[in-house]
């Protein structure tokens, strides 16, 4: 009697506890969804709103050059892109500098619309297409997994990535639409459509093209022409708006450096990646990364595609060929996106803004299971993965605790793999399939590899010696001599500055303007100064500016007797060469070369004759000489840059361009003999000689990042 009392009363009462469980979970879900969006509207969005940061300039800036009908070639070089900020009047506190380095050509289409108008209005406008972006996020995930509204509300409002996005006026929330459509068309069979859309975000960003391998594991050739063909489409409209050089450049010289994370600073631990962690062990560079464990390059060349391949190939072997259940289809996506984001080699924190999708669709799996616990530990590795305060908690001094959303990421994508496992099919046909799919995959890591130690053999092993600066330059470029001290170009986080190096130390300039190049004769230097117009100014031995000497300028280049300066013009991106008499004030500059010549460097020889690189329309630089208008001829067919002649006039010393990288070049002028200084897999630039003609300054990129160089010194003669 008691028994069958007490039995219904106990129920009663577990249903009233889980009711009022509930009840708690729904009510924490509401203050958090309410936190978040507080922050979102009371933080984020007013911190976005307010200036410039970033990302959106170097999207705007390139897509603005395109409007007004500028030449674009040159959009991955530093230096110049700096020249048009200041041009088109991005002030320093907005952005100090910006940089189109790794981006594509075809990211700063989107942008062209708002171009009409300012900068900052540009970005409202853009911040505002973000925000409604998420609404038809929100309504297809819905659709995909069927989680609550206010879920589904949550899990965007919480992601600190999306709250970064916005602040730097990122791709990643249409990235995130275009991934989620994508998912959502291929659970409804629009194979092609499907794979379409992924071919259109292979566009803007580089690894949606990696879903290739997926389609093909699928045996899906209808998704894998459909994402091919939308990325020739992109391929193709980028032709056609920005022409071949620059896509030529993008394929030759910015893509390998991307893939292999050296687009920017590959020693960077706050990247949380595997290729910073890798670099910041194994390879020693005098400035960013002084006290690796031990200088081993070709461990990092091994391990990096290795590991790399060892993280991707599980949720390559789990897929299912031709299982289209949608189930199976959710999770195989949501482990390929996230495996994905974790063998990325440059990943931001706004990166992470796509892992909303696999975090819904894992966490409908978790919940179909009634695995609460699972779900809690999602939840709690997600929260993790998108904590933006990570480098002030762990530093960075101890390389394995300073990647933790590396960890973090690859525990949320092991818990994804173990999904899939869990649901797999082990069918005599999967395996098979396995096992092919295992043998190609590791033909691709012998390639990788292969191609990882080619790139190194010649990097760290060069006999020129390196000319320190300081930690704080990121870019030190165009060395020059003068006596027993080197002057040079530098970049700062803050902008761009002259810098003199000497036995006593490096001294940097205090000028509140651009200064982009620089040049010295005698006892005299003049620098670029770069606001809304350039100008060439004589500085002092401070290298502060004393008066203008030419208005409207770029470039100067001084001519061994103190007589000429010779400077650059521009007009919509393309450059001719002017001269400026220094003896006599009141003779009139005038343009020696013609308006088909787009030149980029020069250099006198003791004649007072030029010698200078350009480009033609629709082809790459050569050199050229000119002693005036009427007397120009060609004196290289090979596609050549940053001539610079000996004080004794026998030497020429220029970068050649071979397999998509520059190195340094000799010829001798009264025969012609032709010489290779340089072979290594990075950029060899902006050489100069020391007074003695048989020693070279130059600047490289090499074991750094793409056009971030260093300087260096070599003797080339005995």
Known sequence: MNVAVTAPALAADH?????????????????????????????????????????????YLTARLLREGYDTDRIYEWTWMQRQKNRIGIEKSDQPVVAFVPLTPFSAVLVWPLTFWAPLTAKHIWIAFSLVLLVPVGCLIHSLTSLEWRRIALLIAVTFPLHRNLQYGQYYILLLLLFTASLWLYVRQKRILAGLLLGIASGLKIFPGFFLLYFLRKKDLKA????????????????????????????????????????????????????????????????????????APRVVAVLQPLLQLLMLSPAILLVAPRDMRPRQIRLEWAAYVVSLLVISTMPASYHFTLLILPM?????????????????????????????????????????????RLWLGIVFSLCCIVLLWQRRRPALECRRNCWVWSGVLACLLVLEVAAALHHERDVFSRSAKRLSTQPAVFLATEPINRGNSTLFISMMTDGFRAGQRSESGVELSASSNDQLALTTSGDRIWVEESSRNSRVVAVGSNLTAERVEVENAEFPVASPDGKWLAYLRSERGKSRIWLHNLRESAAIDKPITPRGLNVLEMSFFPDDSIVFAAAEEHHGPH????????????????EARYPSVSPDGQWLAYSRQSGGVWNLWLRRMNSGDEGRVTSADCNDVSPSWESDSRTLLFSSDCGRAFGLTALYRQRLLP
């Open 224 to 295: 894998a022409a459909g994402l091919i063909m939308g990325s020739v489409a992109t391929g193709v409209v980028s032709l056609a708006i920005f022409g071949f050089e620059l896509n030529r450049t993008y394929v030759q010289q910015m893509l390998p450096w991307a893939l292999r994370g050296e687009g920017v600073d590959p020693y960077a631990l706050a990247a949380n990646s595997l290729s910073s962690l890798l670099h910041h062990l194994f390879i020693f560079e005098p400035e960013w990364n002084p006290h690796p464990l031990v200088h």
């Open 15 to 59: 249903y009233s506890r889980r009711s009022r469980a509930i009840k708690l979970i729904v009510a924490a879900e509401w203050l958090l969804l309410l936190a978040g969006i507080g922050y979102l509207c009371g933080r984020t969005l007013p911190r976005a709103w307010q200036k410039l940061d970033t990302d959106f300039p170097n999207y």
């Open 623 to 638: 050199l050229f000489r000119i002693k005036d208008a009427d007397h120009l001829r060609q004196i290289m067919a090979e």
């Open 360 to 404: 819904a669709v894992t966490a409908r799996a978790v919940i179909e299971e009634k695995c609460f616990h699972g779900l809690a530990f999602l939840v709690v590795l997600y929260l993790g993965i998108c904590f933006p305060l990570w480098t002030k908690l762990v530093g960075t001094d101890l390389s394995f605790l300073a990647v933790p």
